[in-house]
């Protein structure tokens, strides 16, 4: 009963986060701040009320329409906070809510937090902003640092260290190598992906790192099958970075010994 009381309020959390995001998504990269000017209709300029910023429900509410001049509100602002709240209960039920688990938790409900606002981010403007991704740098090696030390596993922050260093100078190498291919943003991303992937072990770091290729190689082939996109395209790998340290957050293990065993390795 516990838990379940605890996975609600978790999701909960993560739709307000997810509302937030919506600012951070749209505000971070015109360099506007997140406090100032209160949420406003941008066609009409009405203050939106604190009883239509209620997460999803809002929005349902206003049938996607600004209260005051009828504008259309995206359906992006309630997929963003449904999808936030969704991905923070998978994360806890991922994580478990006791210890050891736990105490890695809150690394891993950011994490989820920043993807979602970097991938979105990156798709509309291809850019991965220096102010969102840095500062993870040091968020995350503080609240895994103390995970480890709660627990007394120092072994799992010397691996998500050198995982993060790893997957940091693979990206740096590539982004030198093929600077058309590769942003410096990428580059920096790697460096969180490494060190949330890498605590959790090797396996987790080596699904991640490889999937972010296989998903977004297949993903890219389908799109030049279609005609929609040609060799000279760019598309945004930030996104496909994100979903691939989620394949190894979630699956890593298994798909690790899954490929073992198939070649016989394991």
Do not use: Q
Not at 77 to 105: D, H, I, Q, S
């Amino acid at each position: 009963m516990l838990a379940a009381y605890l996975l609600v309020v978790i999701g909960l959390l993560g739709l307000a986060i997810g509302s937030f995001l919506n600012v951070v998504i749209w505000r971070v990269p015109r360099g506007e701040s997140l406090s100032r000017p209160p949420s406003a209709c941008p066609r009409c300029g009405h203050r939106i009320r604190w009883h239509d910023n209620i997460p999803v429900l809002g929005w349902v509410l206003l049938r996607g329409r600004c209260r005051d001049c009828g504008e259309p509100i995206s359906v992006r602002y309630p997929v963003v906070e449904a999808a936030t709240g969704v991905l923070f209960v998978l994360v806890a039920l991922r994580f478990g809510l006791e210890t050891p688990g736990v105490l890695a938790l809150p690394a891993y409900l950011y994490f989820a937090a920043v993807s979602v606002a970097l991938a979105l981010i990156d798709l509309d403007t291809r850019r991965l902003p220096n102010v969102i991704v840095l500062p993870s740098w040091v968020v995350g090696v503080v609240l895994l640092g103390g995970a480890s030390a709660l627990a007394g596993e120092w072994d799992a922050l010397i691996r998500s260290l050198i995982g993060a260093a790893a997957l940091f100078v693979f990206y740096l190498v590539l982004a030198l190598a093929v600077p058309r291919g590769m942003g410096l943003g990428d580059v920096k991303l790697a460096f969180v992906i490494g060190l949330h992937l890498a605590w959790i072990g090797w396996d987790a770091l080596a699904v991640g790192a490889f999937g972010a290729f296989l998903l977004g190689g297949l993903f890219s082939l389908g799109l030049l099958a279609s005609g929609r996109a040609g060799r000279k395209s760019g598309i945004p790998f930030g996104p496909w970075m994100i979903l691939g340290a989620f394949l190894g957050i979630f699956f890593g293990r298994p798909l690790a010994s899954g490929y073992l065993a198939l070649v016989g390795l394991a």
